[in-house]
């Protein structure tokens, strides 16, 4: 996995690039992440919030609770970003809006428990369930 992957959202309005090497790779399969996205979990990895550097314009955005900001692109709508202020010198970024996703290697699974049954048939394989994220 190398530093200087690039990413963006559907309509290019968003790019990015990272100045360091993404990890915590992780599929979340929890409710606030498949209302956002409309997908039935979405693959983040962690970046060191000063490691991604915005080209164009920036992700507007949604507060989806009091200390946790969503970043889309506000023309086109990809899901970009997760923050929260618990964890303010990181911040997550969707692993397919990456240019590469192929490089990244999931790690583990977040809020299991929350999964969809039928998103998640061939999900799993060995990869062990991590706690953390949400709201
Ligand atoms: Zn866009
Ligand atoms: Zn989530």
Same mark, same amino acid.
């Given at each position: ?29 929890? !409710?606030?992440?498949?209302?956002? $996205?409309? =997908? +039935?979990?979405?693959?983040? /990895? ?11 314009? !920036?992700?507007?955005?949604?507060? $989806?609770? =009091? +200390?946790?900001?969503?970043? /889309? ?63």
């Amino acid at each position: 996995m190398s530093v200087g992957l690039t990413g963006g959202c559907l309509c290019g309005a968003v790019r990015y690039r990272l100045r360091g090497t993404p990890c915590h790779i992780t599929h979340c399969h929890c !409710r606030s992440c498949r209302r956002a $996205s409309g =997908a +039935a979990f979405v693959t983040w /990895f962690t970046i060191r919030v000063h490691e991604l550097e915005w080209r164009g314009e !920036r992700p507007m955005q949604y507060h $989806s609770s =009091a +200390a946790v900001s969503r970043g /889309f692109c506000p023309h086109c709508g990809s899901t970009l970003t997760y923050f929260h202020e618990s964890d303010p010198e990181e911040i997550d970024v969707t692993a397919a809006s990456l240019d590469t996703p192929e490089v990244l290697v999931p790690e583990h699974h977040t809020w299991w428990e929350q999964r969809l049954e039928w998103g998640t048939a061939n999900a799993q394989s060995a990869l062990p369930v991590h706690q953390r994220c949400g709201g």
